[in-house]
T-cell receptor, first 113, second 114 residues
Framework: DSGVTQTPKHLITATGQRVTLRCSPR?????VYWYQQSLDQGLQFLIQ???????AKGNILERFSAQQFPDLHSELNLSSLELGDSALYFC????????????FGQGTRLTVV | AQTVTQSQPEMSVQEAETVTLSCTYD???????LFWYKQPPSRQMILVIR??????QNATENRFSVNFQKAAKSFSLKISDSQLGDTAMYFC???????????FGTGTRLQVFP
């Protein structure tokens, strides 16, 4: 158990809908990272938050947004969902702003039908 | 832009044998880190081993060791005394120093047979 908790584990939704994925980092970790793992694109970095502020952005679509709350949990919001958004979404956390070791959650499997 | 290449989509090894997974990367940076992550069927991403580019000594973690060839931009993972629990996808990843994101390779699926 990495200490990073992601909910839900599985999510099935229809095209055009909006979903929210939740991540609770390890105790004491200030950084949260979101990654997408799909068959087409492999593992890709989406976005990072550090202590409530956006720190870095990767290949995140405009239909996707994220935030980190004062209690340091993070949410990834995916809207106007398309079939191609079906993927495994990982959250990872680390202590500092720049990490040398990130701990990953078990992921949320999103299926868009 | 940095890229990570894993040229072996699938590998298999018999229990107790040794296997080496290959990884090459492309970067013009001098300060960076390299990682191997394991993703078992449970799909959790687990850090196996980490190498700092400025360190010449190859990293080792129990049965796992790397062969880091900086000039050749090669970073292979050797698993000794393979165990059934080593069956998983293995991802090589690159991180530029003082940045935030991991750049992953496409992965190698390792099957350990009894």
């Amino acid at each position: 158990d990495s200490g990073v908790t992601q909910t839900p584990k599985h999510l099935i939704t229809a095209t055009g809908q909006r979903v929210t994925l939740r991540c609770s980092p390890r105790s004491g970790d200030l950084s949260v990272y979101w990654y997408q793992q799909s068959l087409d694109q492999g593992l890709q970095f989406l976005i990072q938050y550090y202590n409530g502020e956006e720190r870095a952005k990767g290949n995140i679509l405009e239909r996707f947004s994220a935030q980190q709350f004062p209690d340091l949990h993070s949410e990834l919001n995916l809207s106007s969902l398309e079939l191609g958004d079906s993927a495994l979404y990982f959250c990872a956390s680390s202590v500092g702003q720049f990490y040398t070791e990130a701990f990953f959650g078990q992921g949320t499997r999103l299926t868009v039908v | 832009a940095q890229t990570v290449t894993q040229s072996q989509p699938e590998m298999s090894v018999q229990e107790a044998e040794t296997v080496t997974l290959s990884c090459t990367y492309d970067t013009s940076e001098n300060n960076y880190y390299l990682f191997w992550y394991k993703q078992p069927p449970s799909r959790q991403m687990i850090l196996v081993i980490r190498q700092e580019a400025y360190k010449q000594q190859n990293a080792t973690e129990n049965r796992f060791s790397v062969n880091f060839q900086k000039a050749a931009k090669s970073f292979s993972l050797k698993i000794s005394d393979s165990q059934l629990g080593d069956t998983a996808m293995y991802f090589c990843a690159f991180m530029k120093g003082n940045t935030d994101k991991l750049i992953f390779g496409t992965g190698t699926r390792l099957q350990v047979f009894p």
